[in-house]
């Protein structure tokens, strides 16, 4: 772990899971945690369980089961690698559960947030990868970052939708012009223009436009107005 990171965890992790509002903390943490799917060799089936009930605030209550289902896991499979994954796995339980409405005298102990950070760096930093190194950390801090997101993402399905359109940007900025962009993630402060436009059913042109308008004025990247309206297509085809 680098001292950045190590700022990260001990300095950042507060405001980190302080910035997320309650209902969008599920969707956010499972986001974080499916980075690392592609890396697992075999999914655990509890994890899986998880995923489906994260668009439906209603089946959140069913998250205390599904950790009590990650825990014992955990203990029939105690070589499973990294260990930090399941960890992060049982913690989205418990941040989805908590959230749910239906947390009583079995809620998890809230400031167990705070170890979200510190399992995500880990577990990213163990599959040493620099992408996903790049993309775990950017989606820590994408609400210190966005000042604006508190206010504009009010559900998990909002983050969700959000993450998408993030990927479809981040695929392509990042891959297409990393040495223009230097791997920064500015251009995040201007996704909720974006996430407004496709929420509120704007049209082709609208979002073409807007992409256009940030690549040309904010991130200072060859104009190409095709590539736009391309990179617009696949955001309005997001269901």
Not at 25 to 39: E, H, M, Q, T
Not at 145 to 154: D, E, V
Request: charged share 20%; proline share 4%.
């Amino acid at each position: 772990m680098d001292k950045k990171q190590e700022y990260l965890i001990n300095n950042s992790s507060p405001l980190i899971l302080d910035n997320i509002p309650d209902q969008v903390k599920p969707g956010w943490a499972c986001s974080i945690l499916s980075l690392f799917d592609v890396y697992i060799d075999t999914l655990p089936d509890p994890v899986r369980e998880l995923y489906t009930i994260i668009p439906d605030i209603e089946q959140w209550r069913f998250a205390y089961e599904i950790y009590q289902k990650l825990k014992d896991f955990s203990t029939l499979n105690t070589d499973f690698a990294p260990n930090t994954y399941l960890l992060l796995a049982e913690l989205t339980a418990q941040i989805t559960y908590n959230n749910s409405g239906h947390s009583y005298a079995s809620a998890f102990d809230k400031n167990n947030e705070l170890d979200f950070p510190y399992l995500a760096i880990n577990t990213a930093n163990y599959f040493e990868d620099k992408t996903l190194i790049e993309e775990t950390e950017s989606l820590l801090l994408l609400f210190n970052r966005s000042k604006g997101l508190k206010n504009t993402l009010k559900t998990s399905q909002d983050f969700i939708l959000f993450k998408k359109i993030n990927d479809i940007l981040w695929i392509n900025w990042h891959s297409n012009f990393e040495g223009i962009i230097n791997g920064n993630n500015k251009f995040q402060n201007y996704i909720p223009d974006i996430f407004i436009l496709k929420k509120t059913g704007a049209d082709i042109t609208s979002i073409t436009n807007r992409i256009y308008q940030i690549e040309r004025d904010i991130l200072n990247l060859p104009e190409n107005l095709e590539y736009c309206t391309l990179l617009a297509e696949a955001i309005l085809a997001i269901k």
